[in-house]
């Protein structure tokens, strides 16, 4: 069995300005994690080709400890097991695959757009007709509930302004109607589980703590615009 969704998540940012400011947040998230002792080896980072995304970057990690995956995959992997993580970036388009050493059959595929608009690309992702019933999900940072143990109020984008640009709070229900400049993260995953018995819920787990990470990401990627606004890639 194959579940797959679309999620589009907008921001009040341009696609260029979310460029560094995602580099900024994984850059934070590792210094944050570097002494959790947790292990990731880089098995390859090599310039990668795609003859119709063009010319992009490949990185192959194998993840040792549950603490490293995102937080979406570890309540399914044991914390013996390693997780390999293929990642091709041709931004703004990437493909992520996540699969398990010894599960073989549990595999997750994210497709990633990024787009100037404010969600409204019929077909981003340029899916074959075969696959345009999948189900599409918008996911609002504003206004969409977190679980408590991951709600902060200073990353409440309904209350926070930012110093620099002056951007927010997102008071208003169609708030990515409204601001400008404003751009959308538009996503594929595909779970897929071919352990019978337990593929159905695993892949309805899998895509319920997707949405809250995809919130939480794309929220703390705004609310920290005064931390990154301004750099380049090179100061990333």
């Known amino acids: ?45 090599e310039p990668c080709e795609d003859p119709v995304h063009g010319v992009g970057q490949y990185t192959e990690k194998h993840i040792h400890i549950s603490n490293k995956l995102p937080a979406w995959i570890r309540p399914f992997i044991p914390k013996f097991i390693h997780v390999i993580e293929k990642a091709w970036n041709y931004f703004p ?38 696959g345009l019933d999948r189900i599409v999900k918008f996911l609002d940072i504003a206004h969409d509930e977190v679980s408590e143990k991951n709600y902060k109020e200073e990353e409440d984008c309904r209350t926070f302004q930012s110093k620099k640009t002056g951007r927010g709070p997102l008071t208003d229900k169609d708030w990515k109607d409204k601001v400008d400049p404003v751009m959308c993260s538009y996503k594929l995953v595909t779970a897929t589980c071919g352990i019978w018995g337990v593929q159905g819920k695993i892949e309805a ?3 319920e703590v997707i949405q809250e990470i995809l919130i939480l990401g794309h929220r703390q990627a705004f609310v920290w615009i005064d931390e990154w606004h301004g750099m380049t890639i090179d100061d990333v």
């Not at 999620?7 to 979310?18: G, Q």
């Open 205 to 207: 787990k899998v895509h």
């Open 93 to 130: 388009y990437t493909v992520t695959e996540y699969e398990c050493s010894v599960v073989p059959r549990f595999s997750v595929k994210v497709e990633t757009r990024y787009e100037n608009n404010n969600g409204s690309a019929e077909n981003a992702l340029g899916i074959p007709e075969s």
């Open 1 to 45: 069995m194959v579940v797959t969704q679309e999620y589009r998540v907008c921001l009040p940012v341009s696609v260029e300005e979310y460029r560094i400011g995602q580099l900024y947040m994984i850059a934070k998230h590792s210094l944050e994690q570097s002494d959790e002792g947790d292990g990731v080896e880089i098995i390859k980072n």
